[in-house]
């Protein structure tokens, strides 16, 4: 049976093979399986920081298993552990049945290291496990805080509620006190709830109507009937039933309304009177803080786009100088009638003293820079009458859109206010003017804003690329170009940021793979013009690790490498050497799956780590691409061996080096010696918008 998630499993062993064949084993049972591997206590207690779902430990270089129990439980972490044992120790540590002697909820003991799919099962158990216990931590959290809550509207609440057990009054809130002339809720515990029905038959009737609802039936849980206060005065009345909890055990909740033929229609009036403002009749910031919260919803659910506008009044404090409180009230409303009429298609709302909040939806970007106008300019030709005198105001306006992938509502009112904030210091605190907010503006110290900025990159095609051409000796030309991606801001300073700056804000909204398809794609499309002119020419596109576990990729490459032409090798993707090393029974299956469609693969970074060549020779590549600490120094003998024994033993297995970074002519000279096919860097040329081949 196939488990639909994602497994995060630690091993902690001195075999990495056997590690990852129990990945592969668990690759029938997950979609995803992330794997930790180390064997000793100091990287151990390094990894624990990060949450595991299962850890299997085989042997380690200082520690015991229960050297490492003691670990996780003196960290208080709920994680399930499993211990495989060889040898002799097996026997003495399973019964006679050869069953582990250890089994509970958290611990599998003296499992056999051999029995691979006992392992498997023991794994998926202890996983399904841990994922009820956490369910459970959530709900019982969950229910916790609802509790919580409903006991907090309650006390807060206008309608009379009361929490009764076995027909005894337990707890009231205000209203309820009010309506039956109780002092205080000293004065109604522990008095009967039949207290407060007058009659005797009502009495029985409702003994009767609580004793079905204990028992469990929901048939009826209304009752009509004459209510009586403490000094005898009666009512009719309305009481519900419901279950409830107090302090997490359960009692019965009543809530009694008066009868009224028209309840319902004075309580929609007063809930309208809630939103209204009273100076202007527009929504006061209640009803807009509702108002938003729908539009919200609607725009993140796609349903449809938004904007906020955020108005504000510019020269109010000279009003107050020269017309008191008066001119001040007698200028909002003016203004809050002339938005309401130029705004017929939206949502007006007064949010503070002197500002308005105006929702509008479905509309372009010049179509809100054209309302802002016609309000700024409609405003400012007011002529305001105030006992007699006359004033005029200007107002400076925020517009903030409200898309699908758009912050909350707490943040986008945030960024009228400093959009405000902005017009302000631009006007020297005149204002009279516009401003639209850009994420991109902000996104080099707001990572929300980044984010929407990448999201805006993906959709219109706001991302940069630049090629640098790379130099084949072999073939001595330079129609073979590796892609750069960029991200241009549109802040004061013109930020272009790197990948290094934005990718880890990328991974977190889960965008890597988006941003990877559109770099392919675009990439192609260029190589795909110069082909016309250059059918030689080449592109190195080096992706992240979400398209390395992308099963899709190699189709989406076939597809690609057909379009520009179908010859091997016009397209070459590399991975860094260390998301490769974290994934590699996975790197090893699509490298093989892309060279199948033709595409060359490459590896980047690469040496960074002890296990360079095994890496290369379990993946096989075509190319791969030193790490920029081989170039460094180079000119230095001890350096220089050490390249030239790398390249030397990548060469062995067939595989091409390129030598980047290449940045001055001493480096160069060298870089021909070292058996490296592929030469690049500022020195040779430096990376440009447009793809150029040297004739």
């Not at 003991?109 to 998926?124: N, P, T, Y």
């Not at 039936?217 to 909890?245: C, I």
Request: glycine letters at 4%; charged letters at 25%.
């Amino acid at each position: 049976m196939r488990i639909q998630s994602t497994l995060n499993l630690l091993v902690i062993n001195d075999d990495q093979l056997y590690a990852e064949r129990l990945v592969h084993l668990l690759s029938d049972y997950y979609d995803s399986v992330n794997l930790g591997f180390l064997d000793d206590k100091e990287e151990l207690l390094k990894v624990l920081r990060q949450s595991w779902d299962v850890l299997v430990f085989v042997s380690a270089y200082d520690m015991s298993f229960t050297d490492v129990v003691g670990i996780i439980q003196e960290q208080s972490i709920d994680l399930p552990m499993i211990y495989l044992m060889k040898g002799e120790a097996i026997s003495t540590a399973c019964n006679d049945e050869g069953l582990p002697a250890v089994m509970s909820g958290t611990m599998v003991k003296a499992l056999k290291a051999d029995q691979e799919m006992a392992i498997v099962m023991a794994i998926c158990l202890q996983h399904d496990s841990l994922r009820s216990r956490r369910e459970l931590k959530k709900l019982r959290h969950v229910l916790s805080e609802a509790e919580q809550r409903a006991n907090v509207l309650i006390k807060n609440s206008k309608s009379a509620v009361a929490y009764i057990d076995e027909g005894i009054h337990i707890f009231a809130n205000d209203p309820y006190l009010q309506l039956f002339g109780f002092r205080s809720m000293n004065d109604v515990i522990g008095v009967p709830v039949i207290d407060l029905i007058s009659g005797g038959d009502s009495v029985k009737d409702f003994k009767q109507f609580l004793r079905q609802f204990d028992k469990g039936s929901r048939d009826e849980v209304e009752f009509n009937f004459e209510s009586v206060r403490t000094d005898g005065s009666t009512f009719e009345a309305k009481l519900q039933l419901a279950s409830a909890t107090l302090d997490g055990e359960p009692v019965t909740q009543i809530i009694i309304q008066q009868n009224a033929s028209n309840s319902a229609e004075v309580a929609k009036r007063l809930a309208e009177a809630e939103r209204k403002d009273n100076l202007t009749g527009v929504n006061n910031r209640h009803g807009f803080e509702e108002q938003m919260a729908i539009v919200h919803q609607q725009a993140t659910q796609g349903v449809l786009t938004a904007a906020l506008l955020y108005v504000q009044l510019d020269n109010i404090g000279k009003i107050r100088s020269s017309l008191g409180l008066q001119g001040v009230d007698t200028t909002v409303k003016q203004v809050a009638y002339a938005l309401d009429e130029l705004v017929s298609d939206g949502h007006v709302s007064r949010f503070s003293d002197t500002a308005f909040m105006i929702l509008v939806k479905n509309k372009t970007t010049s179509e809100l820079e054209e309302l802002a106008e016609n309000i700024g300019s409609r405003i400012s030709e007011m002529l305001i009458e105030v006992d007699k005198r006359t004033t005029s105001t200007t107002v400076s306006i925020a517009i903030v859109k409200i898309e699908k992938n758009t912050a909350e509502p707490a943040i986008i009112i945030e960024r009228a206010m400093d959009a405000i904030s902005q017009i302000m210091v631009e006007t020297s605190n005149h204002g009279g003017t516009y401003h639209l907010y850009d994420p991109s503006e902000h996104a080099n110290s707001d990572d929300q804003a980044l984010a929407e900025s990448l999201i805006n990159a993906i959709t219109n095609s706001r991302f940069e690329l630049s090629f640098q051409p790379i130099y084949d000796i072999n073939q001595d030309r330079s129609d073979f170009f590796e892609v750069y991606l960029r991200l241009p801001l549109a802040d004061a300073d013109n930020t272009v940021l790197t990948p290094d700056q934005f990718m880890a804000v990328a991974r977190k909204h889960k965008l890597l793979e988006k941003i990877d398809r559109w770099v392919l794609i675009n990439a192609c499309k260029k190589i795909n013009d110069v082909r016309k002119e250059h059918p030689e020419a080449r592109l190195l596109v080096q992706l992240t690790s979400a398209s390395l576990i992308d099963k899709k990729l190699p189709n989406v490459a076939s597809q690609l490498i057909k379009a520009v032409g179908g010859a091997a090798g016009v397209l070459t993707l590399q991975f860094n050497e260390k998301d490769i090393s974290d994934h590699l029974t996975v790197a090893k299956s699509q490298f093989s799956a892309l060279n199948e469609v033709n595409c060359q693969m490459g590896i980047t970074n690469f040496g960074s780590s002890a296990k360079s060549i095994e890496i290369a020779n379990l993946v096989q590549p075509d190319i791969v691409r030193l790490a920029r600490n081989y170039v460094q120094d180079i000119n230095s003998a001890d350096n220089l061996d050490t390249v030239k024994s790398l390249i030397m033993r990548i060469n062995e297995v067939n595989v091409d080096v390129l030598m980047p970074y290449i940045e001055d002519a001493a480096t160069m000279s060298v870089a021909w010696s070292v058996g490296a096919r592929y030469l690049q860097g500022y020195y040779l040329e430096k990376p440009s918008k447009t793809l150029k081949i040297a004739s």
